[in-house]
């Protein structure tokens, strides 16, 4: 038998038995091993992305619909990218549309100090009215900050900061971010 020293509540030459600490060990790891499962779901990005389209309800007023798709799990600027690409492509169901020109292309998109910038070619700036600048423009807005660590976006117009969007001058010179109600346009 193993001698141990002599303690508070314990007779002197006492100690615990070797499957004790065993039992114990395991114990710990069980714990540990809960805790860092807990962890890493709780962190874990969500694989899909959303991308919003415009549905018109009576009146022709519009207004923004997410719209789930898939996208890889990774860092902020890939799904970001993703999630931009997915909107100018377009929506696949036909009750939405966007007010993006088609044809326009992304040419460029990143994330600093949590300011998206989103560089499209010059063809998102043509056509349209206010409401189809106004919706074009939430629809950035609401695609490119859908991730907490870059609640805001610049739009660049061929890599050029631009005061304002069209004829309408629809303000777009400062990063945006969504409002606290969702925009009907």
């Not at 962190?43 to 309800?57: D, K, L, M, Q, T």
């Not at 009146?59 to 690409?85: F, I, K, M, N, Q």
């Not at 010059?122 to 907490?148: I, K």
Request: charged fraction near 15%; glycine fraction near 14%; aromatic fraction near 6%.
């Amino acid at each position: 038998m193993a001698r141990g020293r002599a303690g508070p509540g314990r007779e002197p030459g006492f100690s615990p038995p070797r499957w004790a600490w065993w039992l114990l060990g395991l114990a710990l790891l069980g714990v540990a091993g809960a805790v860092a499962s807990q962890w890493i779901a709780a962190h874990r990005r969500p694989a899909g992305i959303e991308v919003y389209f415009v549905v018109r309800g009576a009146g022709r007023t519009g207004s923004l619909v997410p719209v789930h798709r898939p996208a890889p799990a990774g860092p902020t600027e890939v799904r970001l990218e993703t999630a931009l690409r997915a909107l100018l492509s377009g929506p696949h169901d036909a009750r939405l549309h966007t007010e993006i020109p088609q044809g326009t292309a992304l040419l460029g998109v990143g994330v600093r100090d949590g300011v998206v910038t989103v560089d499209v070619s010059p063809t998102f700036a043509s056509g349209g009215g206010s409401t189809s600048m106004l919706g074009r423009v939430w629809q950035v807005v609401y695609t490119a900050t859908q991730f907490p660590d870059a609640p805001a976006v610049q739009i660049l117009i061929n890599g050029r900061r631009v005061e304002a969007l069209g004829g309408e001058g629809i303000l777009i010179g400062a990063p945006l971010r969504r409002p606290e109600v969702p925009p009907s346009f």
